[in-house]
């Protein structure tokens, strides 16, 4: 590793363990003295599960639980932006569940913009989510499991069938004042990504947003996400959280003779200072190395500063946002280059629908492919109740590259139809229109039309966008 590569993790590792030590320090201090108002509550505790807005159901109103935090450390549900709340299925044996079961067909039509002729696929996919769970005192391990079964063209034996993911968390309280929670998401897709799904994950209930990746790759990619949280409370208005994470990715195709690998690691520093029990404020300082060794390798590192704000506008209305500047270095090339650092997110919900948007620019974590640019993206999603039993969805996403042509770009459509045919029984039926244009082997260039018909049984209170 080079002397670049050297300095940054020396620099990711001296932050982490400067903040724990001082932070456990000043918790043995002040332990004695500490009234009860100021204790950390249970990380994620059990609460009236939120409808799941692709499920009709009855109005509820939402209950205020306070601005957004600038790193979001609740345990989420598989596939979700919603807090973990426990499964209420009734395959549950112990701590082990089987928390939703879904077989959905799928016809999927790709031009490439190559000239080769079009590629379809019918696809039929039996997959389910799996849950382990156990509760500890105060503290809480999860083990989420999501096997994929594809029989695509009616052949089960081709490698699409062996797509997995699974993640793990666990949140400890290590004391009155400081919380860990550990995280680790891993994914496998042996093929370009069979189906769309939600790419702008929100909870109208608590304000948080998830973008994830939309962009389609041309071969296989493997992706494994940890990362650790440490949240101090060190007062009753300011808190100190601490976020080292790590990342690989690697993708590859036999039939175009590639592999790139990738590994980021990357530290997030935020202080929040709570200006009211519905305001916050504060400042976020991360610093990420980033090295390629496949195609050709590379190191950069990143030193991103934003200043934070959010807001519960009302019940059921968030805003957030972020603004601020990003320093890259690149080793072997001459001086740093500077870039405009801003994200946001609006959240509404009203009696019978709900609206998120989500903005994002610098460098971030939502692509499957390798490299070392910044991005820009938008995501926007409607849902609306149209009966007790009908809810619709419609979403639109914009993704642009930076840097000087060519580069990628991507945009997407979709439109969804769910119909509750039993209390945890629904049907759905999707269409989807994507565009993308890559230079990079990695990518697929072309136009993609996607028609999904689904059955699908999820009990609540785990519900997935």
């Known amino acids: 590793m080079s002397c670049i590569g050297q300095s940054a993790v020396r620099t990711l590792l001296a932050v982490g363990v400067l903040f724990i030590f001082s932070s456990i320090a000043r918790a043995q201090q002040d332990q004695a003295t500490q009234s009860d108002s100021t204790q950390q509550p249970v990380p994620d505790q059990p609460k009236p599960a939120p409808q799941d807005s692709g499920n009709p159901s009855p109005d509820t109103t ?48 790709l031009a490439v913009n190559s000239g080769q002729p079009p590629a379809d696929l019918s696809l039929n996919i039996f997959s389910a989510d799996l849950a382990f769970e156990w509760l500890f005192k105060r503290n809480r391990f999860l083990f989420q499991y999501t096997p994929n079964l594809a029989i695509v063209n009616g052949d089960v034996s ?23 929670t550990l995280k680790d998401d891993f994914s496998q897709v042996r093929s370009r990504s069979l189906f769309p799904d939600n790419y702008l994950l929100s909870d109208a209930l608590s304000g948080s ?90 190191e950069t590192v990143y030193n991103t500063t934003n200043l934070f704000y959010s807001q ?77 039993r009908l809810s619709a969805n419609a979403g639109l996403g914009y993704y642009r590259e930076s840097g000087s042509e060519p580069h990628t770009q991507a945009k997407y459509a979709i439109g969804e139809l769910r119909y509750l045919l039993l209390p945890a029984v629904y049907l759905s039926a999707e269409y989807s229109r994507r565009f993308q244009s890559s230079p990079n082997i990695q990518l697929i260039s072309g136009n993609r039309n996607t028609y999904v018909f689904g059955v699908h049984w999820q009990p609540s209170p785990l519900s997935r966008h």
């Open 209 to 298: 947003s998830m973008q994830s990746n939309f962009l389609e790759n041309s071969g296989s990619y493997l992706q494994n996400t940890v990362s650790v949280a440490f949240d101090y409370k060190w007062s009753q208005r300011t808190s100190i959280t601490v976020q080292p994470a790590y990342r690989y990715l690697r993708t590859s195709s036999d039939n175009l003779n590639y592999r790139a690998n990738q590994q980021d690691v990357v530290t997030t520093v935020a202080v929040t200072y709570a200006l009211s029990p519905t305001r916050n404020i504060g400042v976020l300082d991360s610093i990420q190395y980033l090295r390629t060794t496949d195609p050709l390798p590379t």
């Open 312 to 388: 519960q506008l009302s019940a059921s209305w968030f805003i957030q946002g972020q603004l601020g500047v990003q320093v890259s270095l690149e080793n072997g090339a001459q001086g740093n280059y500077s870039r405009l650092s801003a994200g946001g997110t609006i959240i509404k919900q009203f009696q019978h629908s709900s609206i998120s948007l989500a903005y994002l620019r610098g460098r971030g974590m939502t692509t499957s492919y390798i490299t070392n640019n910044s991005e820009d993206r938008v995501d926007a999603t409607y849902r609306v109740e149209v009966t007790r």
């Open 62 to 109: 939402p209950a205020p639980v306070g601005a957004p935090m600038p790193i979001d450390t609740t345990i989420k549900a598989a596939g979700s932006s919603l807090p973990w709340a426990g499964s209420g299925s009734l395959l549950k044996w112990g701590p082990f569940s089987v928390a939703s079961l879904d077989y959905t067909y799928i016809k999927d039509q």
């Open 158 to 180: 081709t490698s699409a069938g062996l797509d997995n993911s699974f993640g793990f968390a666990t949140a400890i309280q290590l004391n009155p004042r400081l919380t860990m």
